[in-house]
């Protein structure tokens, strides 16, 4: 069979998702090696995949895009943290891709140099978007800040100039440093985002309608696998047994974005109602937390034991937590603070699969509100949950990369 190198950013809300594909392609057969945080290779190890820990000098270049002021002075920040990570990751790729000598490469979307460096290799390459991705499509309104969709000549001519408005935006923030990382490389320069973004001759997005918007086509060469859910296997907490009310799962980000005042604004709402708070904090546990006698505060906890008792997730927007949620048909409350969560949101507001609560709005009283609300929101969650089972998963991406691009790989060697 074939040899798989796999290359995921550091944020285990990347790598979980991955992890779902590259036990599928090893399932299959496929010599699978990644390169991910170092926390998580021995781990990564223990499921039979051949891990090694990414360039520690990734890791140590942390995301600062939740102190800007602005969408605009966000999206810079951020897209100074990926290219920052580039000049490491890039490298890093490169020498695992001399010591692995893989048939095909998996590249985290927001491993900006890693992806350079599989485009310079020439060899087969993936992206992997754990989110939607900022790529047009007709009929659909501009990426980036969360708006509804809207048919018609009036929805067509909105979104040609929002379009450009936010794009140029983007182009602003992005393109100087995407072609200053390509220009070390040796690559072209690229015109837009959209070019950077489709450099790739296969990109795997885990998402699936009805939870993207009706008129969503990005192309053959974008595969929606609907939601990849791995998670370490692991029992229910023992604590778990004793609560006999309906749990409210309440997750932040796993990159910290100083989102914790969506926990203690959980706590307050929920302490008197009929319910049982967990909340869990990847990016780590908040200061001076009053936890009520209704909740459980912990800085990780497998979701999938919790999801089983759960009637609604609170998530900060992102799409692995808010995907996990309603990959089992739990209603889930959004509540965007950034990056691509204004998107979720509204997606979550447009399948009816929840509610989405904008940040300004939330108070104690707005989040139980909303936490009624999206209770309420079981049939279109089922519909999504339905949606995303019929994509197939971690069963769709390995399909894809063994037919478009493992099979003209082999193709390839064997031309005489």
Do not use: C
């Not at 969560?341 to 997606?347: H, N, T």
């Amino acid at each position: 069979m074939s040899r798989i190198l796999a290359y995921t950013s550091p944020a285990i809300g990347h790598l979980f998702p991955m992890t779902s594909l590259l036990l599928e392609l090893r399932s299959r057969g496929h010599e699978v090696h990644l390169r991910t945080l170092p926390a998580w290779v021995e781990p990564m190890r223990a499921l039979g995949i051949d891990a090694e820990p990414i360039d520690p000098r990734v890791e140590s270049v942390a995301m600062h895009d939740y102190e800007a002021r602005g969408a605009k002075r966000a999206l810079a920040r951020g897209a100074d943290v990926f290219s920052a990570r580039g000049r490491f990751d890039g490298p890093d790729l490169t020498r695992a891709i001399e010591q692995v000598r893989p048939d095909v490469v998996v590249v985290d979307v927001n491993s900006w140099g890693a992806g350079f460096a599989a485009e310079t290799w020439g060899g087969p390459w993936v992206s992997f978007s754990p989110y939607t991705p900022v790529l047009s499509s007709p009929g659909t309104p501009p990426f980036g800040p969360g708006l509804p969709p809207l048919g018609g000549p009036l929805g067509a001519v909105r979104d040609a100039v929002l379009r450009k408005a936010v794009m140029g935006a983007v182009v602003k923030a992005m393109l100087p440093r995407v072609n200053g990382l390509r220009t070390e490389l040796g690559l072209t320069p690229v015109a837009s985002a959209e070019e950077f973004l489709r450099k790739a001759p296969l990109m795997l997005v885990t998402t699936a309608k009805p939870f993207e918007y009706a008129t969503t086509d990005w192309g053959p060469d974008v595969v929606m696998t609907g939601a990849m859910s791995w998670e370490p296997a692991a029992q229910a907490p023992a604590w778990l047994d004793e609560v006999d009310r309906p749990v409210v799962l309440v997750t932040t980000s796993s990159e910290f974005q100083d989102d914790g005042v969506l926990v203690r604004t959980a706590l307050e709402a929920l302490r008197d109602e009929p319910v049982h708070v967990v909340a869990t904090m990847p990016a780590g546990l908040a200061r001076d937390l009053q936890v009520p006698a209704n909740a459980t505060v912990a800085e990780f906890l497998p979701h999938g034991p919790l999801l089983e008792r759960a009637a609604v997730a609170v998530t900060h927007g992102g799409m692995g937590a808010t995907q996990k949620a309603l990959a089992r048909g739990i209603p889930v409350v959004a509540v965007p603070f950034g990056r691509d969560q204004l998107e979720v949101a509204r997606r979550v507001e447009v399948s009816r699969s929840g509610v989405r609560l904008p940040r300004k709005r939330l108070t104690p009283a707005a989040l139980r509100t909303a936490v009624t609300e999206a209770m309420r929101r079981t049939d279109g969650a089922a519909k999504v949950a339905a949606g995303q089972a019929a994509a197939g998963g971690a069963v769709a991406g390995a399909d894809a990369i063994e037919s478009r691009l493992l099979s003209g790989h082999r193709a390839a060697l064997t031309d005489p």
